[in-house]
């Protein structure tokens, strides 16, 4: 177990919908970056959230965004879903210090969403 | 561009051998971090190693270990006498500072997917 929690685990929608993903940090960390993992694509990076600042953004759609609230909690919000949007999505923390780049980045165990 | 290659698609090997999965790496970084993760089929990414470039001792890890190579930017991975839990999608990541301003993405390799039979 990571430390890393991640809601909801599965979630079935229909094309044109709006989902909200949510992911806890581990204790302490202050850093939260979103991946995606797809049959096609692989895993890509999102995003990252630096104790409530948007700090990089990877290939992430006009139709996704995120935020990081005060209690560092992150929510990834999907819109306008299309059936290429089905993939396994990741949240993953890390401390969030200075030197980031050597932080490890823990995951947690992932919201796979299926667009119908 | 930053990059990382694990040409093995899928291994395939009865329990008990041993199986080096390969990762090589392109980067213009002169400081980079690389890691590998275990996908088990629950799903879930498992962090194994973190090794940083200044780094080039190898690592053990009861029957894991690591050759970290910079002069082939290689950093394969081995496990020795593999067992049926060890089945999982393994993948090599390289840590990029996006603009030298301590921003940080994981930039993963495709994944070698090994299935160790009894």
Known sequence: DSGVTQTPKHLITAT????????????????????QQSLDQGLQFLIHYYNGEERAKGNILERFSAQQFPDLH????LSSLELGDS?????????GALAVRKETQYFGPGTRLLVL | AQKVTQ??????????EDVTLDCVYETRDTTY??????????GELVFLIRRNSFDEQNEISGRYSWNFQKSTSSFNFTITASQ?????????????????????????????RLAVHP
């Open chain 1, 16 to 35: 044109g919908q709006r989902v909200t993903l949510r992911c806890s940090p581990r204790s302490g960390d202050l850093s939260v970056y979103w991946y």
């Open chain 1, 87 to 95: 993939a396994l999505y990741f949240c993953a923390s890390s401390v």
């Open chain 2, 84 to 112: 049926v839990v060890d089945s999982a999608v393994y993948f090599c990541a390289l840590s990029e500072d996006l603009s030298g301003g301590g921003y940080n993405k994981l930039i993963f390799g495709a994944g070698t």
């Open chain 2, 33 to 42: 971090y690389l890691f590998w993760y275990k996908q088990p089929p629950s």
């Open chain 1, 74 to 77: 992150s929510e990834l919000n």
């Open chain 2, 7 to 16: 040409a093995q698609t899928e291994i395939s090997v009865v329990e008990k």
